[in-house]
């Protein structure tokens, strides 16, 4: 068992201690120490890195993984002269713990928040290396609520409230009024945050909340059910105010507009974009048509089986639907549409059967694709699929699947 120094001041970051064991966790070299004040990935909270130096020798830390209450210090090899009893002095990257404290104080207060003013609880939250989360039960993402969170975290963190660690015993535990239950049922570690939060909590935190600096939500989506707030912190959300920013000055710039400007303008480029796209499949429709026209020409109705099946280069897959659909509304035919995707290096199909030619794509499409290293499925009168592109001779593929569908 490993004794966790950062449990009672994480802005610690040197310590000494002595090594009890080298070891390897799941495959990687690790040491043991006595005590420790680098952090193990737990709790959705990703591990400290830094370093450990004795005499004669040092070692990057990577990782620190806990298993059984032991903290595992992973590291690329382990150096000679390092083995159990030697003593080392740990220095933990600063920059790195500051920036997980701030995250984690800052999932602190964005969970109160919600809590705090709508009721909302959290359901579960991840401190990732970019963005941090917090999942909650509302029914769909609101921005206004986020807005009102937003402003009370803040206005929180601006009044530089105490932060306060709790060790409280069976009696004093029976009187706290705390956001979430406690995992644990011994030595059970309270994160008091004056006025605002009282939550069970293991990690790192700052010692007031002003040392946060600032948190920015920066999407709400839909996630199992739940919905999903990103957010940052510290220095994390200035890189992100200021990103925007940048973005925005590049938009004013470009556009010539001014900044009070860009939502109508925007509005009014969509309005154009709905419009040029409506005109542009108004078109592409009667393009199609007409090609379907000219080949169902060329194929005189017939009261057996008739195949039409055709290369047409740069269509995406709702014109070859469309292509399709529109040869194998006449009664005898069964079209198949072809496209070649040379990034992909794929020919890709579509294929249709009119009802009334009785003809089972689906089970063609299997006998006849797959054992050219082809997939694709669908059902009886519709399949879609590919065929990969390695040097395949197109029309005499073509002219293999008209002789397998007619016979002849």
Wanted: charged share 25%; with cysteine; net charge negative.
């Amino acid at each position: 068992m490993t004794e966790k120094l950062y449990l009672n001041d994480s802005t610690q970051m040197e310590f000494k201690s002595t090594v009890s064991e080298i070891t390897e966790y799941r495959g990687k070299p690790a040491i043991v120490l006595k005590e420790t004040l680098f952090y193990g990935e737990a709790g959705g909270q990703l591990a400290d890195h830094g370093r450990l130096q004795w005499h004669g020798g040092a070692v990057d830390v990577c990782d620190v993984q806990i298993e059984e209450q032991t903290f595992y210090h992973l590291v690329e090899s382990i150096p000679e002269g390092l083995t159990a009893g030697s003593d080392v002095v740990g220095k933990v990257d600063a920059q790195r713990r500051w920036d997980h404290m701030r995250q984690h104080t800052g999932q602190h207060l964005v969970s109160a928040a919600f809590y705090t003013v709508e009721g909302i609880k959290t359901i579960s939250s991840r401190l990732g290396s970019r963005v941090s989360t917090i999942d909650i039960n509302i029914e769909k993402p609101d921005w206004e609520l986020a807005r009102r969170i937003e402003q009370k975290v803040n206005q929180t963190i601006m009044e530089n409230r105490p932060i306060v660690i709790h060790y409280p015993n069976a009696a004093e535990l029976a009187t706290m009024k705390m956001r979430r239950t406690p995992k644990v049922d011994r030595d059970i570690r309270v994160i008091e945050i004056a006025d605002m939060d009282l939550t069970p909590c293991g990690g790192t935190h700052c010692r007031t909340t002003g040392e946060v600096g600032f948190v920015k939500i920066i999407s709400l989506e839909r996630y199992k059910g739940m919905i999903r707030v990103t957010f940052v912190a510290g220095q994390r959300a200035l890189d992100v105010i200021q990103s925007m920013s940048s973005q925005v000055r590049t938009v004013v710039s470009e556009t010539e507009c001014q900044l009070s400007e860009i939502p109508n303008m925007l509005s009014g480029l969509h309005e154009e974009l709905k419009e040029t796209k409506y005109k542009l499949g108004v078109m592409r429709k009667a393009h199609l048509a007409r090609i379907a026209e000219q080949l169902l020409s060329e194929h005189a109705e017939s009261k057996g089986l008739t195949v039409i099946l055709t290369v047409q280069e740069q269509l995406d897959a709702e014109a070859r639907r469309v292509l399709a659909s529109a040869l194998s509304a006449r009664s005898d035919v069964v079209s198949g549409v072809f496209s070649r995707d040379i990034q992909a290096g794929k020919w890709m199909i579509v294929m249709e059967a009119a009802p009334q030619t009785g003809v089972q794509l689906q089970k063609l499409f299997k006998e006849f694709f797959f054992p050219k290293g082809g997939r694709g499925g669908g059902r009886a009168q519709h399949v879609e699929g590919f065929l990969p592109d390695q040097d395949v001779a197109i029309e005499e593929v073509l002219e293999e699947l008209k002789t397998a569908l007619t016979g002849h």
